[in-house]
């Protein structure tokens, strides 16, 4: 099992630009997550899908939008970038029910806004 | 709103001197308390869950308790390679599956 999966790795973009952060499971997990993580302030929530088919906002939502694309993938886009969210985002998948609430993190993609 | 603080924010071990990290946590209700190691330039590595004060659970050299405000994360005997940032994370009742985050404690220790 390759667990959380994450594309890209690194991206560099310039102000206005777009693009779409890539996440993938195969855990069969039915919730899943985006995180940003910034110096001296802890991962903190943008979006997440408690079971496919439904999004919610996390904490800090503003100039994100994202698609549950099936049980599998949910990504994460920028539709225009800003130097503020220069920051390392990570994806996370958990079992959705029962007592375990565990949350499985992918690599990361280290995004800079020019 | 739910609240966690880590300390201290970083800690310089020699090797085989043992130490705890704490988290400190404001939520009604806990759901589950989280600690993850994350290496650098990786995501967060699981480690614990802990869901009642009183609960302890253990892995290599890392202990994990928990009272009703705040939890411990003592590291026994450390080696090189326990060096990592450790984060801890909460989850309220009423906040299902969204966990809340603490800045972390970055662990280094030496040779």
């Known amino acids: 099992n390759a667990g959380v999966t994450q594309t890209p790795k690194f991206q560099v973009l310039k102000t206005g630009q777009s693009m779409t952060l890539q996440c993938a499971q195969d855990?069969?997990?039915?919730?899943m997550y985006w995180y940003r993580q910034d110096p001296g302030m802890g991962l903190r929530l943008i979006y997440y899908s408690a079971s496919e088919g439904t999004t919610d906002k996390g904490e800090v939502p503003n100039g994100y939008n994202v698609s549950r694309l099936n049980k599998r993938e949910f990504s994460l886009r920028l539709e225009s970038a800003a130097p503020s969210q220069t920051s390392v985002y990570f994806c996370?998948?958990?079992?959705?029910?029962?007592?375990?609430?565990?949350?499985?993190f992918g690599p990361g993609t280290r995004l800079t806004v020019l | 709103e739910d609240q966690v603080t880590q300390s201290p924010e970083a800690l310089r071990l020699q090797e085989g001197e043992s130490s705890s990290l704490n988290c400190s946590y404001t939520v009604s209700g806990l759901r589950g308390l989280f600690w993850y190691r994350q290496d650098p330039g990786k995501g967060p590595e699981f480690l614990f869950t802990l869901y009642s004060a009183g609960e302890e659970k253990e892995k290599e050299r890392l202990k994990a308790t928990l009272t009703k405000k705040e939890s411990f994360l003592h590291i026994t005997a450390p080696k090189p390679e326990d060096s990592a940032t450790y984060l801890c994370?909460?989850?309220?009742?009423?906040?299902?599956?969204?966990?809340?985050f603490g800045a972390g404690t970055q662990v280094v220790v030496t040779p």
């Open positions: 855990m069969n997990h039915n919730s």
């Open positions: 996370a998948s958990s079992v959705r029910g029962g007592t375990n609430y565990e949350q499985f």
């Open positions: 994370a909460v989850q309220g009742p009423d906040s299902w599956g969204k966990l809340q």
